[in-house]
């Protein structure tokens, strides 16, 4: 049967006179029924581990906006947990974890086999959502990639310049090496299982993949993601993936066909036309409309939608944001943009 969900249309390599459409971060504070489902569930991380609650939140936006995919709500930073780090959220800061800067550290960590203890939750959300999504919408998991995961681990917390993974990168590469090897394979055992229970699609997360300069990058965040995808696809074979080396500038040119991926997401800090030119050559792009057109609304929305669109509109492309929303954007704009696209 030819396939009809737009989503993996696009990710097939079709071009679509009407891109599909989903957000990042479209689960989020941004929704008054997300704020209201995450007060019943407590707080975030309950809200994670609850089945029926994570559910419920990932299809909130397919319900109010009719996206063409619903991404599975959860958060990168459950693998490390997984893997025995200690996690919890400070409201209004962010994520806390314990470090990780010693060989002890590391061998306290637990084996990749061992994660699905934790993270078994996860897949029943996966489960429930197979069940409930309508039939055209594409469902979508993910994973952090583990160069980002491992600057939350090292550090204990986000950091503006994840100085922290630097420092111990370069001043005890052996060990390093060792985290971003485990971290690998627990993101395939995690993935893996995510499709086993439904995921159609996946999405690695390297967020800090723009920090990484020259040969650290190839080795950090090309090589990783190479042998994820590779690992992924020899489990799951005909699996799409997309990867979203964020801030990566021109070395997202070459990077599908380096690592393997169907679909390369974009930040908005590269021009549409540029990647039309230099990245969708390869295939399949998905991006990037700046996010804080979420909250400033207006003409300059609807004009650069618009581009956004027409750069595209020669090959395979997924309308995304080129970052998550914020909570100060207003659901309005969101429904704005969608309009735009799908009415032009
Ligand atoms: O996109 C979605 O709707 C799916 C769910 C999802 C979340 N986080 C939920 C979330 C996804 C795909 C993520 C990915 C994620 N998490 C990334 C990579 C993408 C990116 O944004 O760069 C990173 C770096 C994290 C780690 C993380 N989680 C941070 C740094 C924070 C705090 C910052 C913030 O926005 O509050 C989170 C919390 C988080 N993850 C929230 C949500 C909806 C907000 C928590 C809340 O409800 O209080």
Redo the contacts with the bound molecule.
Sequence with gaps: MAETKTILRALAGESQAVPPIWM??????YLPEYRAT?AQAGD?LSLCYNPELAAEVTLQPIRRYGFDAA???????LLPQALGAELW?VTGE??RLSTLTTEAEFEALKPAEAVHETLNPVYETVRILSRDLPAETTLIG?A?APW?VAT?MVAGR?TPDQGPAHKLKDENPALFDRLIARLEEGTVEYLSRQVDAGAEVVKI?D?WAGSLRGADFDRYALEPCRRITAALKARHPGLPVIGFP?GAGERYEGFAQATGVDCVALDDGVTPEWAAEHVQKDGCVQGNLAASHMVTGGEALVEETRRIVRAFSGGPHIFNLG??ITPDADPDNVQRMIDTVRGG
């Design positions: 990042m971060r479209q689960a989020g504070r995450r975030f991404i599975l709500f959860a958060d990168i930073l959220f962010g994520p993910f952090g980002t939350y986000g997360f967020s964020r970052h998550g």
